[in-house]
């Protein structure tokens, strides 16, 4: 499975403005949203043309990201048998993505791993293809939410027993967007300090007194 170009085509002329320009009109598209290969430049010839030969060009859609991720994640999570409805919106260089249907607690995983493997393999997928610039972050039933409100308590509870105890406490092994949770709600605690240790998928938080 992959992220396909969805529509290409190879047109010749005399020129290669010529024959790109015949191929953007077929396809009735600006030159913008289309990536042009040249395939053969084209010779005049010689005297009175003799051995004169057209350019060729090969002009393929650029994927549209919304449409080509959505038709991705389909595609990935049939394969697993489930029927799920793909809603994306893009932000900037983000791409927004929202899966719903039944049984969504088998796309979620324990404590979210299968959730952030279909994740890395969509921008896996995405990354394949220079001209999709963006990050997908993909949710279901709110759970990147809810985590993060988890997250969250547990940090600012960690803290306070790290404060009193003057202690390190090392947390459970997390994924990379739980431990940014962690960092990213305590880096401005001037009484305690963060830092990951060990190796992945077993890399963990260390809460530690300044």
Do not use: C, W
Not at 36 to 43: L, M, N, R
Not at 65 to 87: Q, Y
Not at 147 to 160: F, K, N, Q, S, V
């Amino acid at each position: 499975m992959d992220i396909e170009k969805t529509d290409s085509i190879v047109r010749s002329a005399k020129t290669v403005e010529e024959a790109t320009a015949e191929a953007l009109k077929i396809l009735n598209v600006t030159e913008d949203k289309v990536k042009i290969t040249v395939i053969d430049e084209g010779s005049k010839g010689v005297l009175l043309g003799i051995g004169s030969r057209n350019a060729k060009v090969r002009v393929e859609l650029k994927p549209d990201p919304v449409t080509a991720v959505k038709e991705f994640l389909r595609e990935v999570t049939l394969a697993m048998g489930l029927s799920v409805n793909v809603e994306a919106v893009q932000k900037d260089r983000y791409l927004n993505v929202n899966l719903t249907g039944e049984n969504m607690g088998i796309l979620i995983g324990k404590r979210g791993q299968t959730l952030d493997a279909l994740q890395y393999i969509t921008n896996l997928a995405v990354g394949r293809h220079g001209d999709l610039q963006m990050s997908v972050v993909i949710d279901t039933e709110n759970y990147r939410r809810r985590r993060r409100d988890t997250l969250e308590g547990l940090a600012r509870t960690i803290a306070r027993k790290v404060k009193d105890k003057r202690q390190n406490v090392n947390l459970e092994p997390m994924t990379r967007f739980e431990r940014h949770v962690i960092h990213t709600v305590l880096q401005y605690d001037k009484q305690v300090r963060t830092f990951s240790e060990g190796n992945e998928p077993f890399r963990y938080v260390v809460v530690a007194p300044k």
